[in-house]
């Protein structure tokens, strides 16, 4: 098996541990996708980087439903940081995946409502599908919540 299934199947576990509540086994397993990951990024970056996010996103979300916030919260930076730098390299591909991490941020992590400013100005550098057009009405709902 290469790096790359290894990784996706790793991940895979890991989600399955995950909706299981298996935790402690979800974590293991995504940082071990993590690792492998992160390798095979050296070379091609782009493709992998999120795959990282993801996993730093995933991780975050466990460690917040184990009530550890100070590493839920400095690895929802971590996937923050990758889908910035994704979105700035590829807009069209990555915009979404950003504001939908801002967003996350807001909803899940008490994040300053600020951010949603910047979820809104990612989706406005891409053309609007159904799926867009839904994360906006949620920026815009929040917004007046907040």
Known sequence: MNLNDRAITLNDLANSY???????????????????????????????GIYIAHVFSNLSIIYLHLQKYEESEELYQNALRMHRVLSKHNPNRYAVELAQCLVDGVLYLKQHSFT??????????????CETDKLVRVIRKLHTVS
């Open 116 to 129: 949603l400013y910047e979820a809104e100005m990612a989706i406005n550098t891409i053309t609007l599908d």
């Open 18 to 48: 995950a909706m299981k509540m298996q935790y402690s086994k979800a974590i293991e397993r995504y940082r071990e996708a993590l690792a492998l990951y992160i390798e095979l990024a050296k070379n091609r970056p782009v493709d992998y």
